[in-house]
């Protein structure tokens, strides 16, 4: 787990551990319509990563329904609160079983 309001952080993070995990959780908040960086990263990453949002996005002001993260991930879930989390760690560990599985 890790969290920090900052872009380059989040982008070192995922390189650090780019050999040593099966997956990963993002809630790029603020970075969600302007995080290329970020974006950049979670598309050379091996394993699958999903972008969580407890909000729906869509339904808040219109400049926030684009995610220039989506076309990174594996997936996005959002509009659940909290259980957007516990929704999204379900389908990382299933999507990562499967994977593993073929």
Do not use: C
């Not at 959780?25 to 972008?51: C, R, W, Y």
């Not at 389908?91 to 593993?100: D, W």
């Amino acid at each position: 787990i890790h969290q920090s309001n900052h872009e380059g952080v989040l982008v070192d993070h995922f390189h650090q551990y780019i050999d040593s995990v099966d997956g990963a959780l993002l809630n790029p908040a603020g970075l969600t319509q302007h995080g290329v960086s970020l974006h950049d990263a979670i598309k050379a990453m091996p394993f699958p990563v999903l972008e969580i949002h407890m909000s729906n996005i869509a339904a808040r002001e219109p400049w926030r329904d684009h995610s220039i993260i989506a076309p990174a991930v594996k997936a996005t879930i959002q509009g659940l609160g909290w259980r957007s989390y516990t929704a999204g760690l379900r389908a990382l560990v299933e999507t990562v079983r499967e994977t593993k599985a073929t």
